[in-house]
């Protein structure tokens, strides 16, 4: 079968989402979540501003077995500027003092501990993918200091696995000498669980509950700080339950931990992951109504109007609008196979960019497809796009403007100040040839070119084409 070319773009819900139970907030809704104004009026000019806005930042997709889908109604999601901004639990930059995002690195081992370094070699990956480089912290922390702008980013000092003495198992249980280990901070060590992997992916995982609370003992000691991310390559769990758990963040106390394991594309055959339909081909139209269970060109009449969401199709060719040059660039990008380092860093980095949102107390995000959406598993994972959303990048300005050092810069400088930041890291030639980064790049790009002409009070006209295209 050739190539698909990703010709239709879905900019709105996929026709899963009335089936799951999931509505998606109108138009007017989705203005006032991203506003701080104390009431805004409905007004014609609503669904102009979605048509526009859809060919840069689409709806949600709301595939079968998403979070959205499986939970339609999710308490977590749709918290607008005005909730986060009134929050009484919210975490504010320090007027006056140095706001610093930490980055932790993988913990180095002792002596006794070596053997660990087994359990972040995947067991079930595909021959010849199995010796990848991981991702790299300088490479994260040089990712977030971009999607953070302008707070400054930095390592913090090395963590250590160290062996942990005392085990407290029930009597006459069958001994696992593995069973608890020593994560150390200065003279601080933390007991961590493991167990083995229930789906053999890796030999063992870590508690992330257990790591969390390490972190915390760690991040008081830690001046001048907002916030902690810790970086691991070890398979974690939260709960017996649980398969596995990629990331998770303790947002009231400003900490988190993202682990790449599972972002091993050595494990993409095996997790059933799509490379051919990551973002932002997951907008791909054919894509979409596959996964859905809809016959290819069923229900498709063939015309030319301008993109307007929930018109029963919802798709298009999106002209020259930023969703359609970063599905171009992702297209033109070198095939995943060329460089599999980098794309197990963009999944990671993704990952840690959301671990942080939580930090600043981002709730999940439902009004658009969105960086803080909720996900219900790695599949989903690699269908989120990089960027924020209206709603939550407004969320992000309004803390930043919220301290004088930022506010005298102002809002539209800001947010284009960090677009170009990340448009320079995605272009950068170790960068640019990784798909996700390949697109996100371009994405930027037209959007830094929009905001300008906003800036001069010039305004872009863009026809977006329905023709249905076969895969």
């Not at 320090?94 to 359990?119: C, D, L, Q």
């Not at 977030?144 to 005392?166: C, G, I, K, M």
């Not at 796009?385 to 930022?406: D, H, M, N, R």
Request: net charge neutral; hydrophobic share 35%.
């Amino acid at each position: 079968m050739a190539p698909c070319k990703h010709a239709n773009l879905l900019l709105d819900v996929s026709p899963n989402a009335t089936q799951a139970g999931f509505a998606r907030p109108p138009a007017a809704k989705r203005r006032a979540a991203a506003s701080l104004a104390s009431r805004i009026e409905q007004d014609t000019a609503d669904e102009e501003e979605a048509q526009n806005l859809a060919g840069t930042f689409p709806g949600p997709l709301v595939l079968p077995d998403d979070l959205l889908s499986v939970y339609p109604k999710d308490p977590d999601s749709g918290q607008t500027v005005k909730v986060w901004q009134r929050s009484k639990h919210r975490n504010r930059l320090n007027a006056g003092t140095p706001n610093t995002i930490h980055v932790a690195a993988p913990p180095s081992y002792s002596p006794k501990m070596k053997h660990m370094r087994e359990w972040i070699v995947p067991l079930t990956a595909t021959e010849g993918e199995e010796d990848v480089s991981p991702p790299k912290p300088k490479d994260l922390i040089d990712y977030l200091s971009a999607y953070y702008h302008p707070l400054p980013v930095t390592r913090t000092p090395n963590l250590t696995w160290v062996p942990w003495e005392d085990d407290d198992g029930p009597p006459n249980a069958t001994k696992d000498e593995n069973r608890y280990i020593g994560l150390k901070q200065g003279q601080n060590i933390t007991r961590i669980r493991t167990r083995p992997c229930p789906d053999g992916a890796y030999e063992r995982q870590l508690n992330l509950g257990d790591i969390l609370d390490g972190l915390l003992h760690m991040v008081k000691e830690i001046h001048p700080r907002y916030a902690l991310v810790m970086m691991l390559h070890h398979d974690l769990y939260e709960d017996e339950t649980d398969d596995f758990c990629c990331g998770r963040a303790y947002g009231g106390s400003r900490v988190s931990v993202v682990t790449s394991s599972r972002y091993h594309p050595g494990l993409d055959w095996y997790q059933e992951i799509e490379r051919a339909h990551m973002w932002p081909a997951s907008h791909c139209g054919n894509f979409v109504r596959r996964k859905c269970g809809i016959r290819s060109g069923a229900g498709v009449k063939r015309r030319k109007v301008m993109m307007v969401e929930g018109d029963g199709v919802g798709e298009g060719k999106a002209g020259g609008t930023p969703m359609r040059a970063a599905v171009d660039a992702y297209v033109a990008a070198p095939a995943p196979e060329k460089d599999l380092a980098g794309l197990w860093f963009g999944r990671t980095a993704l990952t840690a960019s959301h671990e942080l949102g939580h930090c600043f107390c981002l709730g999940h995000c439902n009004y658009y497809a969105c960086a803080m959406q909720g996900t219900a598993g790695i599949v989903e994972d690699v269908r989120q796009p990089p960027y924020l959303c209206p709603v939550c990048l407004e969320k992000v300005i309004s803390g930043f403007l919220e301290v004088k050092e930022y506010a005298n810069i102002g809002r539209e400088r800001l947010i284009l100040q960090r677009y170009k930041k990340l448009h320079e890291f995605c272009t950068g030639k170790t960068r640019a040839g990784v798909k996700m980064f390949a697109g996100y790049g371009a994405w930027l790009g037209k959007r830094i070119e929009a905001l300008k002409a906003e800036e001069e009070g010039g305004e872009a006209v863009v026809a977006i084409d329905l023709t249905n295209d076969s895969e």
